[in-house]
């Protein structure tokens, strides 16, 4: 059975860092690709970021890129989403999902990912 649990949001300032954990059980993360998602209220669920097998990531072109990176640590199983110079716009539910290379779709969609966390709330005050 495949798992997948988010932690590390939280409350956190304008100009403030969260770094968020997906941990993987009954997959290898490693032979995934890994995408970060997030969910405003009343609002479409949108891409943030995704990790490819081989390691190469993809960001969101507008508000993110520069500002948030994705990483993973093979041994622990554990993708990250290290988010910096958070702003209020960033406040959201962020869900980790994993994709396998069968699966169609755009890595960019949500549909095109298979295995999805509970979520994990960030908020940011102004």
């Known amino acids: 059975q495949v798992q997948l649990v988010e932690s590390g949001g939280g409350l956190v300032q304008a100009g403030g860092s969260l770094r968020l954990s997906c941990t993987a059980s009954?997959?290898?993360?490693?032979?995934?690709?890994v995408g970060w998602f997030r969910q405003a209220p009343g609002k479409e669920r949108e891409f943030v970021g995704t990790?490819?097998?081989?390691?190469?990531?993809?960001y969101r072109a507008d508000s993110v890129k520069g500002r948030f990176t994705i990483s993973r640590d093979n041994a622990k199983n554990t993708v990250y989403l290290q988010m910096n110079s958070l702003e209020p716009e960033d406040t959201a539910v962020f869900y980790c999902?994993?994709?396998?290379?069968?699966?169609?779709?755009?890595?960019?969609?949500?549909?095109?990912?298979?295995?999805w966390g509970q979520g994990t709330q960030v908020t940011v005050s102004s």
């Open positions: 999902a994993a994709r396998s290379e069968s699966d169609g779709g755009s890595y960019s969609t949500q549909y095109a990912y298979r295995y």
């Open positions: 009954g997959l290898t993360f490693s032979t995934y690709t």
């Open positions: 990790l490819t097998r081989s390691g190469a990531t993809i």
